[in-house]
């Protein structure tokens, strides 16, 4: 079993920047990807961006290309969002996701372990 512990989030002014913290815990031996999704109400969560444990080029919405920043921690089995230049269109319960298979990873449905989500919230 993984567990995901996530911090972060709070409320900023457009333009501001927050950053978004997640670590897995628990069998995290097997870990492919992680990633960030958010969730605003009524919508599907949607893809933010993705990592993959064994390197590589991250991947992004392109909504939040040049603005936000996905990062990994391998030996602290932390991942990272950096979010810059914050637009009220960011605002949303963002949430982590874990998993442990290679998987399409911008894809919400095939993350096995979810976090409890942060929400964030930007004032225009």
């Known amino acids: 079993q993984v567990q995901l512990v996530e911090s972060g989030g709070g409320l900023v002014q457009a333009g501001g920047s927050l950053r978004l913290s997640c670590t897995a815990s628990?069998?995290?031996?097997?870990?492919?990807?992680m990633a960030w999704f958010r969730q605003t109400p009524g919508k599907e969560r949607s893809f933010v961006a993705a990592v993959l444990w064994s390197g590589g080029s991250p991947y992004y919405r392109e909504a939040v290309k040049g603005r936000f920043t996905i990062a990994r921690e391998n030996a602290k089995n932390t991942v990272y969002l950096q979010m810059n230049s914050l637009k009220p269109e960011d605002t949303a319960v963002y949430s982590c996701?874990?998993?442990?298979?290679?998987?399409?990873?911008?894809?919400?449905?095939?993350?096995?372990?979810w976090g409890q989500g942060v929400q964030v919230t930007v004032s225009s």
């Open positions: 996701a874990w998993v442990g298979r290679p998987v399409l990873v911008t894809t919400n449905y095939e993350y096995d372990v």
């Open positions: 628990g069998r995290t031996s097997s870990t492919y990807a």
